[in-house]
């Protein structure tokens, strides 16, 4: 095993010549004399992880499992330093502390998102697989009296283009359970939001975290992007709610979506208001058909491939995205919906969101302050925190 984790660790060192991201972030979390101490003879003993990121939670663990300890140095190598950032700072510090079996330590120090090395705050980019790679890790150490034990297992379901792959995650017990169906955004897939499923399993509801069908990058659903559409991703949601409706395991059930997320949500909230308990959504992507229509050519039609936010995607994207108002659609949802969205938002300007609130028949908005498409720091715990509140004050018998 030690053979093992110092080849992992070379591995990682072995472009430190290359002036790029990832190389950055490798010499800031001190790899270099990790590495040094492994090749004099040590290795690494243990690894462990404190997670102080919500009030009254811990999901602290440490590991001397080789596997788990090389999984989670593995992982490490995705993250990639973006820039210096200012100051994050919360109260809040998930921290990774590794042991060597000489005696030395290493310690990392984040604020979700962000890493703090030397005085320095930066930004992460590509910690996806990280995080997962602790969550995984974390479902079997963790010490939050909060977290009930639970039963995770892959649930594939026919959609739109194919098979939809997600994770089903139950409560341990009898008795039903709320469930929260949660949607990515254009481009994404489930690991974007991992963070919220456990959040929200922490607090007693099961989830079910899934890759809309051609819906992102390295998505484990089937279809492509050009094949997508935000009518392709309705039927995909719709697919899972009747796949869930009729469980006996689930009472209320919620949905949950950021961005094209969300804007998928609220159509099928309101195709099928019966089915839906409530609906938190994040900076809602209500401006899609407005950006469907700039693209559009002068007879109607559009280009059969065509690019956005980088993207390649098909003719079926934007005919879909003008076929109808959302607006006009979510008139037909009468449940609670709470909608967050940041004052600095650049993709998706706040108004679109403002606008929601004289359509839906019940709603209000969070404006998250200084944030941005996608919420960061302790803004994006206090957006869990708040979705969490709402849904559970809608649980049965209670709202």
């Not at 070379?10 to 270099?32: P, S, V």
């Not at 949601?237 to 950021?258: K, P, S, Y």
């Not at 941005?372 to 049965?396: D, P």
Request: proline letters at 3%; one cysteine or more.
């Amino acid at each position: 095993m030690k053979r093992i984790l110092s080849m992992i660790l070379a591995l990682l060192c072995l472009n430190r010549g290359t002036a790029d991201t990832q190389t950055e972030f490798l010499r800031l979390m001190g790899f270099d004399r990790m590495f040094a101490d492994v090749q004099a003879g040590e290795s690494v003993a243990c690894i462990r992880f404190s997670d102080n990121a919500g009030e009254g939670t811990q999901n602290d663990f440490v590991t001397r499992d080789p596997e788990e300890i090389a999984a989670i140095l593995k992982a490490l190598q995705y993250i990639k330093v973006v820039k210096p950032a200012d100051e994050f700072k919360t109260d809040w510090y998930p921290a990774l502390r590794f042991t060597l079996s000489g005696g030395s330590e290493y310690t990392i120090s984040f604020d979700w998102e962000w890493l703090e090395a030397d005085g320095v705050n930066y930004v992460l980019a590509d910690a996806d697989e990280f995080w997962g790679t602790l969550d995984d890790i974390a479902a079997k150490y963790t010490t939050g009296e909060e977290r009930k034990e639970k039963v995770m297992e892959a649930v594939y379901i026919d959609g739109s283009l194919g098979r939809i792959y997600g994770e089903l995650t139950v409560p341990a017990g009898k008795g039903q359970v709320p469930l929260v169906i949660l949607s990515h955004g254009f481009g994404g897939n489930r690991l974007g939001q991992q963070d919220y499923a456990r959040f929200f399993q922490q607090r007693g509801f099961a989830t079910y975290n899934f890759d809309f069908c051609g819906g992102g990058f390295s998505s484990r659903s089937d279809g492509t992007m050009t094949q997508m559409s935000v009518l392709t991703e309705a039927a995909d949601l719709e697919a899972i709610l009747d796949r869930f409706a009729n469980d006996a395991r689930f009472g209320d059930i919620f949905l949950w979506g950021a961005s094209q997320g969300g804007f998928v949500s609220t159509y099928v909230a309101a195709k099928h208001p019966a089915l839906v308990r409530a609906l938190a959504i994040e900076f809602p992507a209500y401006v899609l058909q407005d950006d469907a229509k700039k693209v559009q050519l002068p007879d109607g039609s559009f280009p059969e491939t065509y690019q956005a936010l980088g993207v390649t995607i098909g003719r079926i994207y934007g005919q879909d995205a003008v076929s109808f108002d959302i607006y006009e659609v979510m008139k037909a949802y009468p449940g609670d919906v709470l909608i967050l969205h940041g004052d600095r938002d650049g993709l998706v300007p706040i108004s679109y969101s403002q606008r929601a609130l004289d359509a839906f028949p019940s709603s209000s908005l969070v404006v998250m302050k200084g944030q941005n498409h996608g919420f960061s720091g302790s803004s994006r715990t206090q957006a869990m925190q708040q979705e969490a509140e709402f849904m559970l004050s809608h649980t049965a018998g209670r709202k």
